[in-house]
């Protein structure tokens, strides 16, 4: 997990991941972060918190990853539960907060930032099959954990879901602005 740890350090821990129920909470502007189809109301503090979303993400990753190779196999298939939950939720906080303003505000204004947006959801959409039909292939049986092809998949899951993060966050993100 090289990749990711270059890219997020070893996976330093901060209030989010202490609490479970953070993702619950309401956001800065006081609109909870999981009703989707509230508002497609600018949120100031939604890029933060999709970033701090990335990183939850790579520090399960790496728990999977640190599970297996220690043999713990119970802890690598409660790990990639946590990983496809969090993952899951992750996806539709971004598919309805952010990737409809970005779409609806872009539009009109900047066709060629609104098709990128539209680029990037679809590409999305491929990677989250992707990834949970490899959660689902192996948090069912302990022993598939132990053939040497999860641990290839799994070594290539993590450097296309650090690639993806990193585009999002230096190409797509910055789409995310106020509009008007």
Known sequence: MGI???????????????????????????????????SLGYDPALIDSLK??????VHIFQGIDAACRALDFSGCMESLRRFRSRFTDHLIVENTRFY???????EASDPASAQLARDFQHEMHQIARVVT??????????EALKNAAFGEELQGIGRALAERI???EKALYPLYAPVG
């Open 166 to 168: 990193e585009r999002e």
């Open 4 to 38: 990711l740890k270059s890219l997020f350090g070893a996976g330093k821990k901060d209030a989010r991941r202490e609490s479970p129920g953070a993702r619950a909470q309401p956001a800065a502007t006081g609109e909870a972060r999981l009703r989707p189809g509230h």
């Open 100 to 106: 409809l303003y970005v779409k609806h505000a872009m």
């Open 133 to 142: 039909s490899f959660v689902d292939k192996y948090s069912v049986d302990e």
């Open 52 to 57: 701090d979303d990335h990183k939850d993400l």
